[in-house]
């Protein structure tokens, strides 16, 4: 077996201060002023708006449709149902749609709020009044929305991973934890809603979306409308998060293109909160039995995880609760299984960490009633089943350091002071409780194609067909390019967010900064090799007389090594004796999937999350007081955008621990909390002190740099903390999300 590559400074190029700089996002003005465009910001002549029509049933089919009132209603240009859509297709090549079926297929209602028809009017209130008006009368059968997972299963449980005999492996065990943990259907709400602005010129769309991925968009809007790809452009310049809901199209987008097409005017759909609840996905319910067993010294015997998800009528959409079981902890005896229910609900998608954070919940939950049945402590638990080498697939990591994260952190929150019982901690009135959890992610690496351009005016541009959700991406191109010439990040212009740049890759599975990086570097490296051989060619040129390899750029200058950045000519100045507008350059970064390197290795990142909450017994009031986050998530390139990516998922964490469900009415299958009041996330007033930590540590498989993605692992061990702590404080021990005030009345102390 390999050995874990070496990740020591001396193997690894030294870079400037930009990297790893605590630098304002680039973009933070057109922010903050206002003047950045949102899909919904963009304006057109002649534009219509769309309001779609929503069922109002969740099983059942549509018996009539009237829109002969909405039709002759003021303004009302359009009504598009089942009936008049037309063709829409579906993917059969690359790219992933969000809902295999198109929508208006058929008259049948998989779920509350499916959009059934699409009324388009000159002003929004024309188009909300004609939505209204349009009469449905529907054959209506009970739905399914229950939130007990337990009944029939789309197909027999199917194994993800097993290792050894958990059955004599837990039988024969001194201690043993054996118990069902609970999570429930939790929707994105990211800040800015979904829209659709279409643009059809006669020959080709334009659609200005809130995408996590324009070329993934390209690809599956070419496929759903028919047109070929050169026809479609899709914008995205500026996102208000998205959490994995904007990952993949959402029916919306063909629908506003579609009357785009149909009326050859500009048309522009926004999703409302409430639709939000309903047509753009969801973190599924999951259900989760876990059974680990353990020596009475603390080692793990036996590891089972079987666990089961909801789906929805049309796709079958496994939760991966899996993901990190198999290599977290050492266990020679181990199952993972998972099955899939059907339920009335719109599909279920990807959310922040999908899979790894609902199963990472029961895991860890489970290791923490395991270490208290051992009477042992968590973080000694959690070290003492460390290991270096991935299980599952026999290989060592590229770079795990998961034993100091649990270290890092137990110093910097103070654990030492930790006593084990029941309610022991005390701070006035109130009763303090105490709990840790580890997190995990993939750290995976995509293809990626970028272009730079060195300047005649001194700055530099760059482009890549990815896109910002707000993370700091922009800032993450300019720093590179930066660290590389040396030219300001103030003259780096970076273009993003348009599906006819080059290749880029969606922002998901913490992958996005892990794939631009090494092509942003490729392709600085290969502009400044251009700027070269115009200097050594150059008529009158101080480097005529220079070989390629002489020559290198610093502080925004071409020189000669070993002469200094001083002494050199701004690189502007060659491109003026060369009477060039810029030197071009391009770069690839190939996935890890192809990469041979690392076949070797099982690469993913790790972090550790210590909770503090303060429980009031005397009026029964909970809050998260504390959070210190260590994450290993390679090398950060910006501390500032990482931090802050790192505190909300803090935050998002509260809100999972202690706030968030979406609660599905079983008469109608309507989330009845679909909106902003009812369904309740973490305010200022609810956000803890947080503390986060990198190890900052470059995982030398991952290519230049050595960075990973840290996108979902901030998220992944905070709710489990927060039950620990919960169990900690109170002696309740919470196995089912949200922890609701209810569930504490029973607390001892
Ligand atoms: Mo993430 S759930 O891949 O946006």
Redo the contacts with the bound molecule.
């Keep these: 077996m390999p050995e874990q590559p070496s990740e020591s400074a001396n193997s690894t190029p030294q870079y400037s201060k930009i990297i790893g700089a605590s630098l304002s996002r680039i973009d933070g003005p057109l922010k903050t002023t206002g003047s950045a465009q949102y899909a919904a910001d963009y304006h057109f002549p002649r534009m219509v708006y769309a309001v779609p029509v929503c069922a109002t049933i969740a099983n059942g089919k549509i018996r009539s449709l009237d829109t002969s009132a909405a039709e002759k209603m003021p303004g009302v240009v359009l009504v598009l149902h089942h009936g008049n859509i037309g063709p829409l297709y579906r993917v059969s090549g690359r790219g992933r749609n969000s809902e295999d079926r198109p929508p208006f297929e058929d008259e049948v209602i998989y779920y509350w709020g499916q959009y059934i028809a699409l009324a388009v009017a000159e002003t929004f209130q024309q188009a909300q009044a004609a939505a209204a008006a349009v009469q449905v009368a529907y054959d209506e059968q009970k739905p399914n929305v229950s939130t007990d997972l337990s009944g029939d299963t789309v197909a027999p449980p199917h194994t993800e991973s097993k290792r050894g005999d958990v059955e004599a492996g837990f039988n024969s065990a001194a201690v043993k934890v054996d118990e069902t943990y609970s999570t429930p259907a939790e929707t994105h709400n990211p800040m800015e809603m979904h829209a659709t602005t279409a643009v059809w010129d006669g020959n080709k769309f334009t659609l200005y979306e809130s995408s996590?991925g324009v070329m993934n968009h390209l690809s599956v809007m070419s496929q759903v409308l028919g047109v070929p790809k050169e026809n479609i452009e899709i914008v995205s310049k500026f996102i208000g998060s998205?959490?994995?809901g904007k990952?993949f199209p959402w029916p919306h987008s063909a629908l506003t293109a579609t009357a785009s097409r149909r009326l050859n005017r500009p048309v522009k759909l926004m999703v409302s909160r409430k639709m939000m609840f309903s047509n753009v996905g969801h973190r599924p319910r999951t259900q989760q039995h876990m059974r680990l067993s353990a020596t009475k010294e603390g080692k793990l015997v036996s590891l089972e995880q079987h666990y089961r998800n909801h789906t929805s009528l049309t796709d079958n959409i496994r939760e991966n609760c899996g993901e990190a079981t198999p290599f977290l902890y050492s266990v020679p005896n181990l199952h993972v299984t998972s099955a899939l229910v059907r339920r009335n609900v719109g599909t279920p998608t990807?959310?922040?960490?999908?899979g790894a954070v609902p199963g990472l919940f029961a895991l860890e939950s489970a290791m923490d009633e395991l270490a208290i049945k051992l009477n042992m402590d968590p973080v000694q638990f959690r070290l003492a089943n460390d290991t270096l080498i991935d299980e599952e697939k026999n290989k060592p990591f590229s770079s795990r350091h998961y034993k100091e994260c649990l270290e890092v952190g137990a110093e910097k929150f103070g654990w030492s002071k930790r006593t084990p019982a029941v309610g022991s901690m005390r701070k006035g009135d109130l009763i303090l409780g105490w709990g840790v959890a580890g997190a995990s992610w993939g750290a995976g690496r995509g293809a990626c194609e970028v272009s730079v351009m060195l300047k005649a005016d001194g700055s530099a541009y760059v482009s890549c067909g990815t896109q910002d959700i707000g993370t700091g991406t922009y800032t993450v191109f300019a720093q590179i390019v930066s660290d590389r010439t040396g030219i300001p990040v103030e003259k780096i212009e970076v273009v993003l967010g348009n599906s006819s740049l080059t290749p880029g890759p969606t922002?998901?599975?913490s992958t996005a900064t892990a794939t631009v990086v090494p092509a942003i570097a490729a392709a600085t490296d290969d502009a400044i090799k251009t700027l070269i051989a115009m200097a050594v060619k150059a008529p009158g040129s101080p480097f005529e007389h220079q070989t390629p390899d002489s020559l290198m750029m610093s502080g925004g200058r071409l020189c000669v090594k070993g002469h200094g950045a001083e002494s050199g000519t701004p690189f502007q100045d060659v491109l003026k004796m060369s009477k060039a507008a810029y030197a071009s350059g391009d770069g690839k970064t190939g996935g890890l999937g192809s990469d041979t390197k690392a076949r070797d290795y099982s690469t993913h990142s790790f972090g550790v999350q210590f909770v503090e909450v303060e429980w009031d017994p005397g009026i029964a009031k909970l809050r998260v007081s504390r959070v210190v986050s260590v994450v290993d998530g390679g090398r950060i390139i910006n501390m500032k955008t990482a931090t802050n990516q790192m505190a909300g998922a803090i935050v998002m964490g509260v809100g999972m621990g202690l706030f968030e469900q979406t609660i599905y009415d079983p008469r109608n299958g309507h989330a009845v909390n679909d909106n902003f009041a009812d369904y309740v996330v973490p305010t200022s007033a609810d956000s803890p002190e947080i503390e986060v930590a990198f190890l900052n540590i470059p995982d030398p498989l991952m290519g230049e740099y050595g960075v990973r993605g840290i996108?979902?692992i901030g998220l992944a061990g905070v709710a489990p903390a927060i039950t620990a702590a919960v169990y900690h404080a109170t002696g309740v021990r919470v196995r089912e999300l949200p922890v609701r005030v209810e569930d504490l009345l029973m607390a001892k102390v």
């Design positions: 996590q998205g959490f994995g990952l990807p959310m922040r960490g999908p922002s998901g599975g996108g979902e």
